[in-house]
């Protein structure tokens, strides 16, 4: 199956706009209102299977509104969900034929998505097989891979590595739903990486506080 829907080639330019941290943004006020949402699936080659057998996968999801960065309690400030060996919450299993109306019940389409995953383009060929809509309310599809290799260009490309050159605390990589979060995590560190304007204003200034803020959550068991 052809991927339809490419990872954006001018991802770092739409993460800085979106995160408002660039004085000449591309897009519009009203597109830069997003909500992050990050998927990783681990077991893909399962995925692609009879969706009948009963074969292990895991699917995770982290959602980060870009309207309560600065507001909520950094803690409480990405949502994560779905899979086993998960720092953040509860474990639920589903069927594997069950998984898309999962996914598209956690992802709120009535805003503008930014569609977020590292090394993404093996999960985006499994959500297209589970025929996940990668069209509606999504406004971009980044990959933190590409970006990182912009910014972290002597660095390896493992999101591991990229964690622990951004100095972010993780754990339990290689399950989904810690990968997803640690995703967004990774995301708003490299965003904070790029600011590199003179003029700082206010809302920046709480911006880059509140990024500080969420990546520097200590992981707890």
Known sequence: MALRYTISNNGLQLLQDFLE?????????????VIF???????????????????????????????????????????????KNFLFGKTTTIRQQDILTTLESLVPRTRNIALIGHEFKHDLHVLQILKFDLQTSIFGILDTQKIASDLL?????????????????????????????????????????????????????????SIRAIAQVPVLE
């Open 37 to 83: 949402v990050a998927i990783d699936i681990e077991n893909l080659g399962n995925i692609k299977q009879d969706s009948a057998q009963k074969l292990d996968s895991q699917v995770g999801i982290a959602i980060l509104d870009t309207r309560i960065l600065a507001s909520s309690q950094p803690e409480k400030t990405i949502l994560t969900s779905t899979t």
């Open 153 to 209: 260009p002597d660095n390896s490309s493992t999101l591991s590595d990229i964690l622990q050159a951004l100095q972010c605390p993780f754990d339990k990589l290689h399950t989904a739903s810690n990968d997803a979060h640690f995703t967004l995590r990774a995301l708003l560190l490299l965003a904070k990486k790029s600011y590199t304007h003179f003029l700082i204003n206010t809302r920046n200034q709480d911006t880059l506080a």
């Open 21 to 33: 941290l660039t004085p000449h943004p591309s897009i519009s006020d009203e597109l830069r209102d």
